[in-house]
């Protein structure tokens, strides 16, 4: 008997977020680069999301510079119309003796919309699905929405969202301060997710340290990374003080990363007070983070990537170990089972 064929595993076969739902309406049409894939993302005539390489067959022009007509995409240059298939259903300078034809059919790629957000998948060779978010729209629990882009890989975008010992640095007193608190963690890498569960943690929150665990009691803290862009961090404080930071790292270019986050938090009575105070700061976590991954990217291009590991990156480790993988074609979920534990201070 043969072996049984197996497929590699890319990039290319997972979810990339592209818009949020509400930002695609009918007469939108949307510039993408995904996997340095430029796209063109509408929605067809019956409403679905639609994706396609952001070329017109014609003359090479970009479609994502054209308008929307009952539900047809029509380039900007000379008119020609597509359809949700990528099919050219009209061409003007043909007048009535158009007819459509297989040559003419642009590239189309599989979308979906999960969560409120528009998902697209260049490849479909392997059976994925993309990341459900925690708690959307689930009773009792808010949700704040940011997008922004990085200069960096979402290698490095990925391992600075689950990063702690940087927080005290970047961001003083709004996210940590300096301490030298003694912290532990369990890091876990298993079929192609990467967990880091801490110990320890109490009041060293910034300044909404009062609000969020004014007893200083001890912090349920898990981060997650999830094949091969999403970080989930989970903060549990009390029954109505629970907060998911998730951020899905969308890969234009090789230093290009566009990040949506969902800040999504339960806190009881006080869930539509804190919302705008949620969000600004989120945001303002996020700006610096920004500026100092834009530096990191700026460095890496010039001098590589060559780091000096301290125990705290184990979780870097891990999570470098299964987009290595996915690089070099294996599958990352066949990687040995390891678990880690780390002390270290912040």
């Not at 197996?6 to 979810?15: G, H, N, V």
């Not at 993302?41 to 070329?55: K, T």
């Not at 590239?107 to 979906?112: H, P, Q, R, W």
Request: net charge neutral; hydrophobic share 35%.
């Amino acid at each position: 008997m043969e072996p049984p064929i197996t497929i590699p595993l890319q990039f290319e076969d997972f979810w990339y977020v592209v818009a949020h739902s509400e930002a695609l309406r009918a007469q939108t049409v949307l510039q993408r680069t995904v996997l340095d894939e430029w796209l063109v993302i509408f929605r067809g005539a019956e409403g679905q999301p639609v994706a396609l390489r952001d070329r017109c067959l014609h003359r090479n022009t970009r479609l994502s510079g054209g308008a929307m007509e009952q539900g047809r995409l029509v380039c900007p240059y000379h008119g020609w119309q597509y359809d949700h298939t990528g099919q050219v259903v009209h061409v003007p300078a043909e007048g009535d003796s158009f007819k459509p034809t297989s040559s003419r059919c642009a590239k189309a790629y599989d979308t979906c919309e999960q969560d409120g957000y528009v998902y697209v998948r260049l490849r479909g060779a392997v059976d994925t699905r993309p990341f459900a978010m925690p708690h959307h729209q689930a009773p009792g629990w808010e949700t704040v929405r940011v997008i922004n882009r990085f200069a960096n890989s979402v290698t490095n975008c990925a391992e600075n969202f689950i990063d702690i010992p940087h927080t005290v640095s970047v961001h003083p007193g709004i996210f940590r301060t300096q301490r030298q608190q003694k912290l532990a963690m369990v890091v876990e890498r298993s079929q192609g997710n990467v967990t880091a569960t801490y110990r320890h943690e109490t009041n060293n929150l910034g300044w909404s340290r009062w609000f969020l665990n004014p007893k200083g009691d001890e912090i349920y803290h898990r981060d997650g990374f999830y094949m091969p862009n999403v970080t989930s961090v989970e903060y549990t404080m009390g029954p109505h003080r629970r907060c998911f930071i998730t951020s899905q790292s969308v890969p234009e270019g090789e230093n290009s990363t566009w990040v949506y986050t969902d800040v999504t938090f339960n806190y009881g009575r006080w869930n539509r007070l804190a919302k705008p105070l949620v969000r600004w700061t989120a945001q303002r976590i996020i700006d610096q983070d920004v500026a100092v991954l834009g530096v990191q990217g700026a460095a890496i291009a010039k001098y590589g990537t060559q780091f000096h590991h301290t125990p705290a990156d184990i979780i870097h480790v891990y999570v470098e170990s299964i987009r290595d993988a996915i690089a070099a074609g294996k599958d990352p979920r066949t990687l040995p089972h390891k678990s880690t534990d780390v002390t270290f201070w912040v």
